[in-house]
């Protein structure tokens, strides 16, 4: 028996949070093993409900578990008070330190159009520092406005952080093909994106086996778009890292389909890496792809480290697989072509998890 977290989130959030749950409660039952979903408030029914959108109650509860599924939240669209501060997602992330953020795209079909159909990258994005401000600070944010008219930015690179993202990206390219590149920006940001190539580089010495090489991100944005196949592992700070994964996601299909997982040492975050989409909540045509890979990827994690994990990696494996059969057999949502509803398809993996 497991036990997972699940924050519905806002706009789409709880059509494909619900989803995914069904997806993920069938491939656990084939592999017999229990689950046992611990629903917590999140976002706006929270702030309804407790007056913020992560109560303490949803943090005691998730101190205690060690992975949980998070809907897209809609933070944009909550009272005044609430915005210009941390993201609900960035308290999390912030409380248990989910340092790596995994961004693989890939082309899941031939049915779902892909600008590079060829394409397989992983984008390993450090996701506690860097160029972005809401996360980069000990308390408060690292935007500062010393009068209306002038806004300043603080950038943190640290050697402790990215030698610990650096190792996560050598590791899974060690399991893959073998191949890291470094996203950097050494011609003009020569102190802080230096130091991340550097360091990387420096840790690359311990992965003999390992081929690396560092890109400036706007020529390797190009090259993605040229050369996908020459990349298979990409490491990146925080914000070259997000937009990065979002082209990959597009080039790979549609961000719809890119899933994401947030990890510590000891936690784990399953979280598309597509938002809230209010304006098409409730309308049953959004795309639960993303949410649903990001759970596989999560039970992947929580497989690999446990010792008797070979049922929850395949219970990972049976979710990617149903969700290919699924596309292949010509049935997807209309942001990707199709004209099934959340729902047909959700159908549709269910019973592509059905034993044969």
């Not at 191949?179 to 003999?208: E, W």
Request: hydrophobic residues 45%; negative net charge; contains cysteine.
């Amino acid at each position: 028996m497991i036990e997972l977290g699940v924050l519905r989130g806002d706009g789409i959030g709880p059509e494909i949070v619900s989803a995914t749950t069904q997806v993920v409660e069938r491939a656990l039952d084939a592999a017999a093993v229990g689950v046992r979903w611990v629903p917590l408030p999140f976002g706006r029914q929270a702030i309804d409900e407790f007056g913020t959108p992560v109560p303490d109650v949803t943090l005691e509860r998730l101190d205690g578990l060690t992975g949980w599924i998070i809907g897209p939240h809609d933070n944009a669209g909550y009272p005044e008070q609430f915005r210009g501060t941390l993201s609900p997602g960035g308290v999390i992330r912030k409380r248990y330190n989910l340092f790596a953020n995994i961004r693989p795209a890939r082309a899941l079909s031939k049915s779902v159009r892909a600008v590079c159909p060829d394409i397989d990258v992983v984008i390993v994005r450090e996701n506690t520092e860097g160029f972005y401000a809401d996360r980069n600070m000990y308390d408060g944010a690292g935007e500062f406005m010393p009068t209306a008219d002038v806004a300043l930015a603080v950038a943190v690179f640290t050697r402790a952080a990215i030698e610990r993202i650096a190792h996560e990206a050598f590791r899974i390219a060690a399991t893959r093909r073998r191949s890291v590149t470094i996203a950097h920006k050494t011609n003009v940001l020569t102190r802080t994106t230096g130091l991340f190539r550097d360091t990387c580089m420096a840790v690359a010495d311990q992965y003999p086996d390992v081929e690396v090489r560092g890109e400036h991100v706007d020529a390797l944005a190009a090259l993605l778009v040229s050369r996908p196949t020459q990349f298979d592992v990409i490491v990146a700070e925080n914000m070259f890292g997000d937009i990065l994964s979002d082209l990959t996601g597009q080039l790979s299909g549609s961000l719809g389909m890119a899933p994401s997982l947030n990890a510590s040492d000891s936690k784990a975050m399953a979280q598309a890496s597509h938002g809230a989409a209010p304006d098409i909540a409730g309308r049953d045509v959004a795309n639960p792809v993303a949410m649903m890979l990001s759970a596989a990827m999560l039970l992947r994690w929580l497989g690999e480290r446990a010792g008797s994990g070979r049922a929850l990696v395949g219970a990972a494996d049976a979710v990617e697989h149903a969700v290919r059969r699924t596309l292949d057999a010509g049935l997807s949502t209309p942001d990707v072509g199709g004209s099934a509803g959340t729902r047909e398809f959700t159908d549709g993996v269910l019973t592509a998890l059905r034993p044969t």
